[in-house]
């Protein structure tokens, strides 16, 4: 992962699709042997809850909708 350029990166910020649109804040990259790029979210203005996904499953737009990085 560290050779490969990321398309998401620590503050990107992303509404998670369904009853409860929650915005999630991507704290870091993981790089985990022999399985895909995943990462870890917060809710924003929260540490209390961690979220651990891939970088596939939140790029796909069925389920995250990206908003930027609060910038």
Do not use: C
């Not at 990166?9 to 991507?26: A, M, N, Q």
């Not at 985990?32 to 790029?59: K, N, W, Y």
């Amino acid at each position: 992962m560290a050779t490969q350029q990321q398309s998401v990166k620590p503050g990107d910020r992303f509404i998670r699709l369904g009853p409860y649109e929650t915005v999630w804040v991507v704290k870091r990259l993981l790089d985990m042997d022999d399985m895909p790029p995943h990462l870890h979210l917060t809710p924003e203005g929260s540490d209390a809850r961690l979220l651990t996904f891939s970088v596939a499953a939140v790029e796909d737009e069925k389920f995250f909708k990206r908003l930027g990085n609060g910038s």
